[in-house]
């Protein structure tokens, strides 16, 4: 069982940047492949950016949504057991609900995730 807890949403303007905080309970989130994803009112929830777990023997793979490529940037620390998600040049339409998710694949699919944290508003202004 693996528990999410996202945090560092607020109000911001836009262009301006927010960096969210994901983190996890248990002693295996190296071996998780970490997401976000987001959701407006009155839309489905929708992918933002992933990436996977880190071996050994090899890094974190990162893959982003076509419409945060370039602005958002995805990273872990799996000795905090924490995800990030560096968000700059933010527009009014990165207005959501902000999830973190958590799995045992290698997905930008929301309904291969298994666990899910509670979500965090980030409302960018214009």
């Known amino acids: 069982q693996v528990q999410l807890v996202e945090s560092g949403g607020g109000l911001v303007q836009a262009g301006g940047s927010l960096r969210l905080s994901c983190v996890a309970s248990?002693?295996?989130?190296?071996?998780?492949?970490m997401g976000w994803f987001r959701q407006a009112p009155g839309k489905e929830r929708e992918f933002v950016a992933t990436?996977?777990?880190?071996?050994?023997?090899?890094?974190?793979?990162?893959y982003y949504a076509d419409s945060v490529k370039g602005r958002f940037t995805i990273s872990r620390d799996n000795a905090k057991n924490t995800v990030y998600l560096q968000m700059n040049s933010l527009k009014p339409d990165d207005t959501a609900v902000y999830y973190c998710a958590a799995t045992s694949h290698v997905s930008d699919d929301a309904r291969r995730y298994d666990y899910w944290g509670q979500g965090t508003q980030v409302t960018v202004s214009s």
């Open positions: 990436i996977s777990w880190s071996g050994r023997w090899s890094g974190s793979t990162t």
């Open positions: 248990g002693r295996t989130f190296s071996s998780y492949t």
